[in-house]
């Protein structure tokens, strides 16, 4: 095997988990979750050559997977049918109060792109400076952005919780 794809390969195995964070984060479907990390993959392949180390490998495949989750999320809505999908229509496998993972997922999905994406990287423990590298704001925007991000999701995950806890 060439050296280039062994490189890429390892690398993308060490951060295939901040790949498929992002994926959960904007599709709900396994499937679709599953394509997308296939784009992600085609994406990051087709621009590995032209990495020139400026910033931390992991931070280039974060912005590489973002922009081309939020491309997709674009043109999904672009081409979206006239009659959209509630939530009601969903169905889960198990009940969401049996575990906080999903029930933070749900909330998350309910977040703006731009809010969802600097959660993730906070909760990957990005610093501030870092997400606003990555997401090309200022750090003080990337602050006050957070700051409400965590009061709003305090407030949906409690409210959630406390819904799903009832009898």
């Known amino acids: 095997m060439e050296p280039q794809k062994r490189d890429f390969i390892r690398i993308v195995e060490l951060n295939q988990g901040v790949i498929r964070s992002l994926c959960k984060a904007y599709y709900?479907?396994?499937?679709?979750?599953?394509?997308?990390?296939?784009?992600?993959?085609?994406?990051l392949w087709k621009s590995f050559e032209t990495f020139r180390g400026e910033s931390k490998i992991s931070t280039w495949i974060y912005r590489v997977s973002l922009n081309t989750i939020l491309a997709k999320v674009r043109n999904e809505r672009r081409k979206v049918a006239t009659e959209s999908i509630s939530r009601s229509d969903l169905t889960f496998s198990?009940?969401?109060?049996?575990?906080d993972t999903e029930l933070l997922n749900m909330v998350l999905l309910s977040l703006k792109d731009l809010d969802k994406a600097i959660v993730i990287l906070y909760l990957e423990e990005y610093k501030n400076k870092e997400i606003s590298q990555i997401l090309n704001l200022t750090p003080a925007n990337v602050s006050t952005r957070l700051s409400r991000v965590k009061t709003e999701l305090k407030a949906k995950f409690k409210t959630q919780h406390y819904e799903f806890k009832q009898p």
């Open 94 to 99: 198990k009940a969401v109060a049996d575990d």
């Open 28 to 43: 709900v479907s396994p499937e679709d979750q599953k394509d997308v990390f296939q784009d992600i993959i085609f994406q």
